[in-house]
Every structure is written in C-alpha cells, then in structure tokens.
C-alpha cells in the first residue's frame, strides 16, 4: 500500500495525468456499486473499433456491445467460491479533468450471491489490459459507510496490471471485514466534529449571538451584567434554540423532505451573521434572540443536511448518519460555549466588555459581508481569505481572552476594594 501511494500519489486516484483506468468502489450493505473511467484512447485499442469518432454517440451506437464486453472481463468471486452478478446500469461520455482527451465512464452493479457478504471478495479485472499489456487500473474504495470511507477522501485498495513474469493479470483481494455499525456511527460523529469545527461561519454565527447574551438590554442600547443566572439561562435558551432549529432541517434535508440550493442557502447563513453582529452592537431583537437563533438555525441546519445527501449513504446506514452526525455538530458547539462563556461572563462584568464586544461584532459583519459577496459572485476576495486564515488563529484568540478577563474581573475587584 505504502508503495503504491508513494508511487501513484493520492491525487493519481480521481484523476488521469496518464491514460490509465480508474476503478471506484462504493461498498453497501447488499451489494457494490462501481464506477469505471475508462480513457478512450485505451479503450479503441483493446476494442479494436474506432469509439473516438463521434463519442457523443458512442453509447448510443455501441451501448449494448460495450455493456457486454465490461461483463466479459470483470468476474467477482465470494470467498466461498461463489460468482458475482454484473449488471451495467449507465454508460456515459466525459472530458477527462485537466485534459483534452475523453473517457467512458461505466457505472456498475454488483451483487453478491445469496448468503454472501459484500464486504469481502475477489476481483478479476482485466479490462484493456488483455490487449493493452502496459495499461494499468488503479482501485479505489470510494465509499465505505462502516468503514468511515466517504467520497471527499476515497481510499486506495491496490493496482491491477499485468504480471510480466508470469504473464498474468492477477485479482484484486477486497477485504472490508474490519467496518461495523459501531464503526460506522463513530465515523459520522468524527464527521460532524470536522465539519462545525472547520464550518467557520456556522461558530461564528453563534459566537456572535451570544456576545450581548449576558448583558441587560436597555433603550436601544446594551446595558450592564444581568447577573449569573440571567445570563446563562440566556445563554442557554440562545444554544437551545439554535440546536433544534438546525436539528429539524438536517433531519428534513438528509431524508429529502426539504431540499434548497446550497448557494442561496450558503448566503442567508452569511446574512444571519450580518444581521447577529448588527444586533451585538445594538439590540435589534432584544429577548427574542432565542426565536431568532431558532429560525437562522433552521437555514444553518439546510447547510448541514448538504453534506450528508453529497455522500449518497445507503438508506439502511441513513437513520444512524443522522444521529451521529448531529452528535457530532452538538459535541463540538458545546466544547466551544464551554471554552468561551466562562471567560464572556467575567468579561461582560468589566469595562472592557464594550470594546470587546464592538471588536468581535464589527469584525463578524466584515467577515459576513465578504462571504455574501464571495457567495454572491462565486469569487474568493481578500476578506474571505482573511477570515480563513485569522480562523486558523482562533487557539490564540481563546488565551487572550481568557487573559484579559481574568486581568479585568480581578483588577476590577482590587480597584472595588481600594
């Protein structure tokens, strides 16, 4: 494996810088669904038949002959010595990335015998490769629900070409035993830790709600301290809220009920940043931001179903994604009011609070203006790079607030004292 990556490259496995093969494996519970991009420039030569002229109609005049040939020369076998059944669902003509030249791409069925598992068997593939010696397909298992494989970062399994030795093109052994649905589940709350933590805009949004939480809201303006239990019962009705809000519409997203384009929803996730910060310099809902962080949540929540639909999860591994992820995503904003409340209600006590709570409101609908004209325009600018790489910083950030309000609360009470 080490030799293969080493060689090969990660990047070697989704993309063609030679003509070779690309075979990608998507293990489920009753079968593997495969998909094959096969350059054309190889594939004439193994067929023997002109299929780069005119490959807009490829499929159309030489479908069934090239269904049969992809039967011919892919064979799985169980461990029980048992035949796999092919079937060819869908055969398409592509560009190839990063090239002038096309490819066929074959997706596949594949479907163990009755009593099998589809986790484990044996692949004879020799596809091109019978005619075409110095061809090579690279083998990648591109989804593994139980295994923590998903599409973002496939998995490479192995090489197939030829033996020069012996003169043989010798199987793939696949072997998957070691995924479960214990696995499986840990997997996808890994997944909802990775995607809040590097979802710099979701955080944000709530980091910013919850500048004013402990403070009074007076005419127009943000008063004093409310006290400890005021302010983390606000808190915790802010958290709440947003929690069920982006709760029901991954639950409606993931299982299809509720379905939004990922731009439009990318830029109101950006504009309840805008309209979050504004309300940190100056109350614009006071006592209702709870109904609000509910309802920014139900968008927030849109954004969270997109990643998990992306990964096209089997339906029997759907219920359990859902639940994992979510845990992922409520573990990781937890982790963060833990690391930054105690310190925002020592400060919110101080005089350093005003300015504070400026900096970080001010700079949050910077950020969230950059990224509503990036989304808007589907162009990266300077402020959204910024942000990225400030995010990057936001370790440092935590030390010098906890720094400053411990120096504020405590200077505070000395000064008291005096």
């Known amino acids: 494996m080490f030799v293969f990556v080493l060689v090969f ?14 075979v990608l494996l998507d293990i489920q519970p009753d079968g ?7 350059p054309l420039s190889e594939l004439q030569l193994a067929l ?3 299929v780069m002229q005119h490959p807009e109609t490829l499929v159309k005049r030489l479908g069934p002959q090239l269904g049969a040939y992809l039967r011919q020369h892919i064979r799985l076998i169980s461990p029980e010595y048992r035949n796999w059944t092919v079937a060819v669902r869908n055969l398409e003509v592509k560009p190839i990335e990063e090239s002038i030249s096309q490819e066929l791409t074959a997706h596949l069925w594949l479907q163990p015998p009755s009593g099998s598992s589809s986790r484990t068997f044996t692949l004879f593939y020799d596809v091109i ?6 061809h090579i397909a690279l083998v990648s298992i591109r989804q593994d629900w139980e295994a923590g494989v998903h599409a973002e970062h496939p998995v490479e399994v192995g090489v197939i070409r030829l033996d020069v030795v ?10 998957q035993e070691k995924g479960g649905l214990w696995s499986g589940f840990k997997n996808m709350v890994a997944l909802g830790l990775k995607h809040i933590s590097a979802g710099t805009d979701h955080l944000l949004f709530l980091l910013v709600l919850l500048l004013p939480a402990p403070l009074l809201a007076g005419s127009k303006r943000w008063g004093n301290f409310g006290g400890i239990r005021y302010s983390i019962g606000h808190l915790l009705k802010v958290v709440t809220a947003f929690t069920i809000g982006h709760s029901l519409t991954l639950l409606a997203g ?3 009920l509720l379905r939004l384009p990922s731009q439009p929803v990318e830029i109101l996730i950006a504009f309840s940043i805008l309209i979050s910060a504004i309300h940190a310099i100056r109350p614009l809902f006071p006592g209702r931001e709870a109904y609000v962080a509910a309802g920014f949540g139900l968008i927030h929540g849109l954004a969270f179903a997109g990643t998990l639909t992306n990964l096209n999860l089997a339906a029997q591994y759907m219920a359990l994604s ?21 310190w925002l209600l020592l400060l919110s006590q101080t005089r350093f609070y005003t300015g504070v709570r400026l900096m ?5 609908a910077v950020a969230a203006l950059g990224w509503i004209l990036e989304r808007t325009t589907e162009k990266i600018n300077p402020i959204t790079a910024l942000v990225e790489h400030i995010a990057g910083l936001a370790p440092i950030f935590l030390i010098v607030l906890a720094i400053t309000s411990v120096v504020g609360f405590y200077g505070r009470r000395l000064v008291v004292k005096e």
Do not use: W
């Open 9 to 22: 490259g990660p990047e070697r496995v989704l993309a063609h810088p030679m003509p070779n093969s690309i």
């Open 32 to 38: 593997v669904a495969a998909e094959l991009q096969l």
């Open 48 to 50: 023997g038949q002109d």
């Open 129 to 134: 490769i019978h005619q075409l010696v110095t």
């Open 166 to 175: 012996n003169n043989t093109i010798p199987p793939l052994q696949i072997n």
């Open 254 to 256: 993931a299982i299809g």
């Open 322 to 342: 859902i639940l994992g992820f979510n845990l992922g995503i409520e573990l990781m904003q937890l982790l963060v009011v833990v690391l930054v409340v105690p």
């Open 360 to 364: 970080g409101a001010i700079s949050a």
